[in-house]
């Protein structure tokens, strides 16, 4: 979620969103002033040098046809920061946060299922889950995973929405449905004794013995959260996302590096965990994806390596219905920063530029993926309008790749 320091160059045609039948729909939702709804929750080496093995030809993906789940271009809302799960059930889910602009106090937490038969465009009306009600703090984007138990959990964070705020302020929580999200609890603290618990989204996952992991971001030093020493520190909760407590090393600066807005994804025994990292202005390094992996459920980490160079935003990373791995990145590259992804069969070679907005240069806002069934797979990403840097407004999209 931090901001990109150029201003976005091209000037894009405005998206309209259409009102279909429901099978065919397109959400276009009002916004923020439609909703009310509760903060209790409603029941309702210097630089590693090169980038790994990256090949130049692009992975054949048969073209999506991506669709509108939430707009803001009528109202000025500002749909991001997306995540999506398939549960062992095969529903789906996505929840992202609607706001004003990138990083303005307020926010709210948005819930919505794909109905079946699935298709990119079926998704229930967008729920308000969770509303920020402090006029100074940030209710952050969500993550989701679903507990042994079977229940919901989503991750959120809270704080100043000053950039000057201390690491204090900045705190992680987790929200739980048993009911496949027509009801949510109350926002529980994920409360490790860090100095900040910081994640844009708090990324949750569940590990085969059933306890489930979180990995957060920050720094020991509670009087100041942008202090250039973030690393990543993880928290294990075995009893459903109700309590947590700090689970393994963590993974540390490396070579100088700091990391941010970690992403997991569980494998058996084998946790895979993308790192993004932002170069200082002042460096010659460059910014990019880096990855690391735990061989024992995410208590020890390899060192990290490069995947993507000149890249930014969330690195999210899913495993698709054809076994492949998906990297979701803003390339940095490209005019306007936009939304492309990263093809690997082994995480060690990587096809990058694969694209699902149709060659659009809006900036990408992060994006989810999951698997749908052996056929295919649904990636849920945000983008902005050209013009809404710093104020403006954005989109949430969907699309099926097969």
Request: charged share 15%; hydrophobic share 35%; with cysteine.
């Amino acid at each position: 979620m931090n901001r990109d320091r150029r201003l976005l160059a091209s000037r894009r045609p405005a998206l309209v969103p259409l009102v279909l039948p429901l099978i065919f729909c397109l959400h276009a939702v009002a916004g923020a002033g439609m909703y009310t709804a509760f903060f209790s929750l409603t029941t309702s080496s210097a630089r590693a040098d090169t980038v790994a093995n990256v090949e130049v030809q692009n992975v054949q993906q048969s073209p999506p046809q991506p669709c509108v789940l939430q707009s803001g271009e009528l109202d000025g809302s500002y749909p991001a920061f997306p995540s999506v799960l398939r549960t062992s059930t095969h529903q789906v889910f996505a929840t992202w946060r609607l706001s004003s602009e990138h990083q303005d106090a307020g926010g709210k937490i948005m819930f919505s299922q794909l109905m079946r038969p699935f298709d990119q465009c079926h998704w229930s009306q967008p729920q308000v889950i969770a509303t920020e009600p402090s006029p100074d703090h940030n209710i952050g984007p969500a993550g989701i995973t679903q507990a042994a138990d079977g229940s919901l959990l989503i991750g959120v964070i809270r704080y100043n929405a000053s950039t000057q705020g201390p690491a204090r302020q900045f705190r992680s929580y987790v929200a739980r449905s048993t009911d496949s999200g027509a009801t949510w609890g109350s926002l529980e603290p994920i409360d490790a004794g860090y100095a900040g618990d910081i994640s844009y989204p708090a990324s949750l996952a569940t590990l085969p013995d059933g306890s489930s992991i979180a990995a957060l971001y920050g720094n020991d030093n509670p009087e100041k959260a942008y202090d250039g020493t973030w690393y990543v520190r993880l928290v294990r909760s075995t009893d459903n996302g109700r309590t947590w407590n700090p689970w393994g090393n963590g993974v540390p600066m490396a070579e100088g590096r700091q990391w941010s807005e970690p992403q997991l994804l569980v494998e058996g025994r084998r946790v895979i965990m993308t790192l993004r990292y932002d170069a200082p202005q002042s460096s010659s390094d460059t910014s990019g994806a880096f990855l690391v992996t735990s061989t024992d459920s995410g208590k020890s980490w390899s060192t990290p390596h490069r995947i993507t160079d000149n890249t930014s935003g969330m690195p999210t990373i899913a495993k698709l219905h054809n076994g492949r791995y998906a990297l979701a990145y803003r390339d940095m590259s490209q005019q306007g920063y936009p939304f492309r992804y990263a093809i690997s069969h082994d995480l060690k070679t990587w096809t990058p530029d694969n694209d699902v907005t149709g060659g659009s240069h809006r900036r990408m806002l992060y994006a989810g993926f999951t698997p749908l069934d052996t056929t295919s797979s649904l990636v849920v990403y945000a983008l902005e309008n050209p013009d809404s840097n710093p104020r403006g407004w954005a989109s949430l999209h969907s699309a099926i790749i097969e």
